[in-house]
């Protein structure tokens, strides 16, 4: 798609989808298993392996895995979910899809991530009201690593149990080990919808190092289903199955899963393209009136989902409106990530509003994600530079 000027319009994000990917594809297509064969449970062991996780259990969505994340973990009607306020909506809402209620915990304005600080407060307030949440979801914003020692050590110490949303973080690391590792959480959820790090077309992965957990999750994603001889109760006929308990359909079919094995073959080296593209993204604007995201460091290695700016209204005598504008009026596709989950009219109908999270608030105001892909050539990406510099003069 071109612009007035005939400039093709650069997206945030792209997928890249080769050749190889087309051939792993068609040849699930010209198989005997279009889904239940043996692609998922391949693509499975990939991911796990990468991770440095026991267990994998893939579904058709990043969102299926924090519900079943969230059932696993026993979550329901009476208990609490804690989150950040900035993420997509779905990090809250696997705990509502659970009857459970929703709270959030504000954000560090540096990181974007959540604040341990905030949460060591949050805690000891909740722990005195005894209204401490069941199960926290760290979400490792635009695929930089949360604090995750520290706030599992929070978490611990109140009996809370930990999931990471690592949407945006395959491929990345903290401390020195996989983001879904599991040393600090219970449950580590994936996204592989295709601005995600690697795609399936759609499509989501639940990673943790608990036996009882991954058997939980893999029965819940099948109706509750199960046609395990050990577990059966009442026969053992070759064609008998028993439902043990109230599931879904969130299986991932044979045909993605080929595409997200695949891909997983090059997430290496799109993760390494993201960084460059970031560290250059950190020299070109460095004087700007933005603030810029933070760099990694020795126990941050970003997988660069995002590369997400705040723009400095007042230095820049511009408000992001304008800026966002007059960077869409080039053809250059920015977006902003995300708007504070508490603010939507859904959350704002169970008693939150303005004020409430005042860090993941000001961040709002001023955000705004310039484009980052592995495809993203370093000519458009000084394009987008030139452009951001002229919408901010």
Not at 42 to 51: D, I, L, T
Not at 75 to 81: K, N
Request: charged share 25%.
């Amino acid at each position: 798609m071109s612009g007035e000027g005939g400039d093709t319009f650069i997206p945030y994000g792209r997928q890249e989808v080769t050749e190889e990917d087309i051939a792993a594809v068609t040849r699930v297509l010209r198989s005997d298993f279009l889904t239940q064969g043996p692609e998922v449970p391949a693509f499975e062991r990939v991911v796990a392996a990468h991770c440095g996780a026991r267990h994998a259990v893939a579904v058709n969505s990043g969102t299926s895995a924090l519900h079943l994340a969230c059932l696993a973990l026993g979550l329901g009607p009476g208990d609490v979910l804690w989150t950040s306020p900035i993420t997509f909506v779905a990090s809250a809402n696997c705990g509502a899809y659970c009857g459970a209620a929703v709270d959030f915990v504000d954000i560090d304005p540096r990181t974007r991530n959540i604040s341990p600080a905030a949460l060591e407060e949050k805690l000891r307030k909740a722990d005195r009201q005894g209204r401490l949440p069941k199960v926290l979801v760290v979400v490792h914003f635009a695929g930089r690593g949360a604090e995750m020692r520290e706030i599992a050590e929070l978490a611990r110490a109140h009996g809370v149990r930990i999931i990471e949303d690592a949407a945006h973080a395959l491929g990345g690391a903290y401390d020195g080990r996989p983001i879904g590792c599991g040393a600090w959480s219970d449950i580590t959820t994936l996204s592989f919808h295709p601005v995600k790090i690697i795609t399936s077309a759609e499509g989501g992965m639940a990673l943790t190092n608990d036996d009882a957990l991954a058997e939980t999750m893999r029965l819940l994603r099948a109706h509750g289903i199960t046609r395990d001889a050990a577990r059966l109760e009442h026969d053992d006929a070759p064609w008998y199955y028993e439902q043990h308990t109230l599931g879904m359909n969130y299986r991932m079919p044979d045909v993605l899963a080929a595409l997200g094995r695949s891909q997983m073959g090059r997430l290496t080296t799109y993760v390494e393209r993201r960084a460059a593209l970031a560290k250059r993204y950190h020299a070109l604007l460095a004087g700007l009136p933005l603030t810029l995201p933070p760099k990694d460091d020795a126990r941050h290695a970003s997988a660069w989902h995002l590369y997400a700016v705040e723009v400095d209204e007042e230095a820049a005598g511009k408000t992001r409106r304008e800026v966002f504008e007059a960077m869409r009026a080039a053809n250059i596709g920015v977006q902003v990530h995300y708007i504070p989950v508490h603010l939507q009219p859904f959350y704002r109908q169970r008693g939150f509003g303005p004020g409430m999270f005042p860090a993941a608030e000001a961040y709002y105001a001023r955000a705004m994600s310039l484009p980052l892909f592995p495809t993203l050539s370093e000519g458009d990406q000084d394009r987008v530079v030139a452009t951001l510099r002229e919408a901010l003069r």
